[in-house]
């Protein structure tokens, strides 16, 4: 789109511009059976509870994994990245075979440019193919088939096809999963890729990992949280230098998960040595480097440590001089990383552009865990303000150091005071926020944890929606996906599963349960209730319902509105 003009909504016939509107995303939040695995059921939640008792006008509950947020089948589970696009962009297009949202899936970008072969005629490539005469090619990422950052089969599918375009010597640096897989599923994962790394040898390529840790531990921070996590992982991969050092990954990751509490989500950093005790693939001058990881948050400061001459969070001691790509670009706005091995989608048009254009005034805010979801990915993964004189931003810094059930209430109070002052100051007409709890500390596992977490959740959307009663506002309170609502792995029929021991199979990742949406407030119009036509809604449905709310008529091309006004 060019001029203003092309921006223009139609008025809404039937609801006014101008009222305050609060659009909560609670994070992980989604809706199951009660039972005492389910963290939501278990806490005290009452203002949720009420909310739930506005049930089919104000409540109900919409789709929020597979086809509904882009991903490739029914099986795929959201996350909070495809989750905020979807809840931003308003659309669903056709690709192919595919349904894939404006937010695109990069996993399924990465599938067709490994099956297509155009990800070896990319100029992304072809810059790091330069160096396969003389160097090493690294290949850094997460050891998972969980989909949701990485995948098994297109890392091995990617070692097949630079070998097959001339890589001589590679290494690999691998991050342990335990998050979005069941934990321990590593040793199987490592010993997969080990098999797949002696064939390679057999035919002449001197492959190998060279390092090696858990997740959370090593690498994979985000929104610059806590920058130990990438030294880490730069000190394994760059210098060699590792607390534990081992002569295979499979030997390592068994060892390590043998100490007590171990899990493959904090691993510590480990190094492959050979006979001499020799590290077997530091990074060094003259070689190329790929993260592999398709999904952009966890890979941003490592790209940053890879690219930026003029670095300063933490000491590299030794930067080399490399060719480094992305498996995508991470960040379109930083152009980061300037090379990448598959190229992006344009995600245009999302709901907030055009509010903006319209003149809303948006205030968004979070803590650094989920700051960029509400900003970044809510936008159609773009940095920054569409207009500086329009939006304010605040990011509130998340608690650093710790694991997040260490301290479950994390920064939800500070985030309903900044949504509540930001509502009562009236400069603003929507206010949107996210509250990280249910999924933070639902991904640690501790299911006490998680309840405390639920709780805080609560009484932060009753600070918000309190600020909303005051001004005369309405509300929108959702989610992004689902995790506290369900922590135990389930067997075909639905029980809790065991493991070799009878112990309950606690479960760390996302579900693939729907999520509640509620609307409410004393400025919602007469008449606005949910539509009984959409029982298949998902979350890229809410940008159009929010667009109504304000007044304006949504782009003819966006997901219905979930809401109808019917006379009284």
């Not at 809706?31 to 939501?40: K, M, R």
């Not at 803590?367 to 569409?386: A, I, L, M, P």
């Not at 007409?429 to 933070?440: A, H, S």
Request: charged share 25%; glycine share 10%.
């Amino acid at each position: 789109m060019g001029s203003t003009g092309d921006w223009k909504l139609a008025d809404h016939p039937k609801l006014p511009k101008g009222k305050t509107i609060a659009l909560i995303v609670l994070d992980g939040w989604g809706e199951a059976e009660a039972d005492q695995y389910n963290c939501i059921h278990v806490a005290e939640t009452p203002t949720m509870d009420s909310l739930k008792n506005g049930k089919p006008d104000k409540w109900r509950l919409v789709r929020a994994h597979g086809t509904a947020v882009g991903l490739p089948t029914e099986d795929d589970m959201g996350n909070s990245e495809v989750g905020h696009n979807a809840l931003g962009a308003g659309r669903i297009f056709a690709q192919g075979s595919v349904v894939l949202i404006a937010s695109f899936s990069g996993a399924k970008l990465v599938d067709q440019a490994l099956e297509s072969g155009k990800i070896y005629q990319g100029e992304g490539f072809k810059y790091i193919k330069e160096v396969f005469g003389t160097g090493t090619l690294h290949l850094i990422g997460l050891l998972s088939d969980g989909g949701v950052h990485s995948r098994l089969d297109q890392v091995q599918l990617l070692l097949k096809g630079v070998a097959e375009h001339g890589a001589k010597r590679i290494r690999l640096h691998v991050l342990t999963d335990g998050r979005d897989v069941l934990d321990g599923s590593s040793v199987k994962f490592a010993e997969t890729l080990e098999e797949d790394l002696a064939k390679l040898r057999e035919k002449g390529v001197d492959a190998q990992i060279a390092s090696g840790g858990g997740r959370m531990y090593v690498t994979m921070d985000r929104y610059e949280n806590d920058w130990s996590v990438v030294k880490r992982g730069w000190d394994a991969q760059v210098l060699g230098e590792a607390p534990y050092k081992f002569k295979s990954a499979v030997e390592a990751i068994k060892t390590l998960r043998a100490e007590p509490k171990a899990n493959d989500q904090y691993l510590p950093p480990f190094v492959i040595v050979d006979d001499s005790g020799k590290p077997v693939g530091p990074i060094v001058d003259g070689d190329a480097v790929v993260t592999f990881n398709f999904r952009a948050d966890r890979m941003v400061m490592a790209a940053k440590a890879f690219e930026y001459a003029d670095f300063d969070k933490f000491d590299r001691v030794r930067v080399p001089k490399i060719r480094y790509a992305g498996m995508l670009q991470y960040d379109g706005e930083l152009k980061l990383p300037n090379r990448y091995l598959v190229e992006p989608p344009e995600i245009d048009r999302t709901s907030g552009e055009y509010l903006t254009y319209n003149g809303v005034r948006t205030f968004a805010c979070s803590e650094t865990v989920k700051f960029g979801h509400v900003t970044f990915f809510w936008n159609g993964n773009r940095s920054g303000y569409f207009n500086p004189e329009m939006e304010e931003y605040v990011e509130i810094p998340s608690d650093s150091g710790i694991s997040f059930n260490v301290q479950p209430k994390m920064k939800a109070v500070e985030i309903a005071e900044k949504a509540r002052d930001a509502i009562l100051s009236k400069k603003f007409e929507q206010v949107r926020v996210n509250l990280p709890n249910g999924d933070m500390v639902g991904h640690t596992g501790d299911i006490e944890a998680t309840v405390v977490a639920c709780k805080a959740a609560d009484e932060a959307v009753k600070i918000i929606l309190d600020a909303v009663e005051q001004v005369g506002g309405i509300y929108v309170v959702t989610a992004d996906h689902g995790n506290a609502e369900d922590m135990v792995k389930r067997n075909k029929t639905g029980q809790p599963a065991l493991d070799k021991s009878g112990n309950i199979q606690i479960l760390t990742s996302h579900t693939l349960q729907p999520v509640p949406i509620a609307i409410g407030g004393p400025g919602l119009s007469p008449g606005v209730r949910f539509r009984r036509d959409l029982p298949s809604g998902g979350l890229a449905n809410v940008a159009a319902t929010m667009i109504n709310l304000h007044g304006f008529e949504a782009p003819a091309d966006y997901e219905p509105s979930l809401i109808e006004v019917v006379d009284n």
